[in-house]
């Protein structure tokens, strides 16, 4: 063992944050930690940082009892942390933002440059990734901006990396690209904590992973032991098959929006579709094969130039999201941070946001009846707070999602429409989400949604559309569906042939 916590207890006011852990981190391996939002991840990768020490228990390193008193500390060690946000200053180049602040310098004490950048070039040749020391991080997309991090971890010399979330901002194209980098660190003999929601990731990735739930250790298993099922039993103590609601089909019900042969300037070509009161779509995919310009086009954000949408039979122009509010049209974006909430204002604020309107006398707001919509709609959907007056952004992110879906339910939605409903949560948060869909699609809301995790488009809707090169290439009722025919039409292959050798 390179790392080992043994008997690790953290307590908060009113918190037991961490309960008698005990994990142990093999060198050279790739170990995953998940859990639940609150189960204790993150408060046991701030004490590997330094961020604060445990009330009890050792922490050791190398088989040595060590303290970990600050970040410093953590570096000395040889522990270093890629967190989900980016870290990176985007108008500097690869090389100045690895060296940001131990820039090498020459014998005359100026910056060697030259240095630097051999050292950045060593650094990708070892991990067998191609970086241009030179390039801006402006100009990076987003699989090599990660990899810019973990080198500048490697480059003081970190034989511990911890990774929160490094895929959760990832277009899918590129996730495999971070996964040959990972790989890369395992076999010069880095060890990687490996944090993330996406369990699939857990099983293409991990050689071992150990589950937390309210800050206890459940357990730790090598990855080629278990299967999905045990993972998510083990996380929230119920079955896969409890995560999704049981929904039964119904007779055909009131046609509330369509599409005929929508066409944009790119992305959508000849797009079709119906979608009915109290039914729930899923448009799936690979990424970027229209999916994003589609949903977002009948919010108002995206401009159609071809084909026709109708509204309840009448046809319409949906040319802001202004206008789609007015309709009874609700969006969940699939970034809740900048385009779903105003992140640093309070839950009440972003609860009423949308249904403002509704409370205004002489432009005046009504705050009693603003606070009490804000507690209706935090009792109906469960969300867990300490206050109306709480920040956002200091909410995990299941309850994040649920203040995102729950400032629409003033305004009486119609229709719905989610991009990637359960991005960056919990199992246990998830069946959350889905059982509030449910609810909604019960009471006649129609849910369209787009999504790039196939257990959640094999499960959740009730028809999936697949997208490919920005038309539908193929339409599955529920139960009719299943992952290889979902594949074969997203890729535009016919289902039973071969994709072409490249």
């Avoid at 999201?321 to 009874?328: E, I, S």
């Avoid at 109306?388 to 992110?397: D, H, I, N, T």
Wanted: proline fraction near 4%; include cysteine; charged fraction near 25%.
């Amino acid at each position: 063992m390179v790392l080992e916590v043994r008997h690790i207890t953290k307590t908060f006011p009113g918190v037991t944050a961490l309960d008698d852990v005990s994990i142990g981190f093999s060198g050279g391996e790739v170990h995953a930690l998940v859990g639940e939002n609150g189960a204790g991840k993150s408060t046991l990768i701030k004490l590997l940082a330094g961020r604060y020490p445990p009330d009890a228990g050792q922490i050791l390193c190398k088989d040595k009892i060590v303290e970990i008193a600050d970040p410093l500390k953590a570096s000395q060690l040889g522990i270093s942390i890629v967190y989900q946000e980016y870290n990176l200053v985007p108008k500097l180049s690869v090389t100045d933002n690895i060296f940001l602040g131990r820039e090498p310098a020459d014998a005359f004490g100026r910056i060697d440059r030259k240095a630097a950048r051999r050292s950045v070039a060593a650094l990708s040749e070892r991990l067998h990734v191609a970086i241009n020391p030179d390039s801006f991080v402006a100009d990076l997309g987003t699989a090599e901006a990660k990899t810019v991090e973990i080198i500048k971890a490697l480059s003081s010399n970190a034989e511990i990396l911890v990774l929160d979330e490094p895929t959760a901002a990832l277009p899918e194209k590129d996730v495999e690209s971070l996964f040959t980098v990972i790989r890369s660190l395992r076999t010069v003999g880095v060890t990687v904590i490996y944090i993330s929601h996406r369990l699939e990731e857990i099983f293409s990735i991990a050689d071992r992973v150990s589950v937390l739930k309210d800050g206890r250790l459940v357990g730790t298993w090598q990855v080629a032991e278990i299967n999905h099922d045990f993972l998510v039993r083990s996380m929230i103590g119920r079955d896969l098959k409890d995560v999704f609601p049981a929904r039964t089909p119904s007779r055909q019900a009131a046609l509330v929006l369509s599409g005929r042969e929508l066409e944009d300037e790119r992305s959508l070509k000849n797009v079709s579709f119906d979608l009915h009161e109290g039914e729930i779509i899923g448009v799936g995919g690979m990424t970027g094969n229209g999916q994003r310009e589609f949903i977002r086009a009948l919010f108002g954000a995206h401009r159609l130039t071809g084909g026709t949408v109708r509204f309840r039979g009448q046809e319409v122009k949906i040319e802001s999201p202004a206008q789609a509010l007015t309709m009874g049209i609700g969006f969940i974006s699939d970034d809740r941070r900048n385009e779903g909430l105003s992140i640093t204002q309070s839950v009440l604020r972003n609860l009423c946001l949308p249904s403002l309107h509704q409370r205004q006398t002489a432009g005046l707001i009504q705050r009693d009846k603003e606070r009490k919509t804000a507690e209706d709609i935090v009792r109906d959907l469960h969300i867990k707070l300490t206050s109306l007056s709480q920040a956002v952004q200091s909410m995990s992110g299941g309850n994040q999602q649920r203040v995102v879906i729950g400032k629409w339910i003033p305004i009486r939605p119609s229709i719905l429409l989610f991009h990637e409903p359960t991005l960056g949560i919990d199992v246990g948060a998830k069946a959350e989400i889905y059982r509030l869909m449910h609810e909604l699609s019960l009471r006649g809301v129609a849910i369209l949604m787009v999504t790039s995790d196939m257990i959640e488009l094999l499960n959740v809707p009730d028809r999936i559309l697949v997208f490919c090169g920005g038309h539908i290439s193929a339409e599955f009722r529920k139960g009719e569906a299943t992952e290889e025919a979902v594949m074969f039409a997203a890729s535009g292959t016919p289902e039973g042939e071969s994709a072409p050798a490249r």
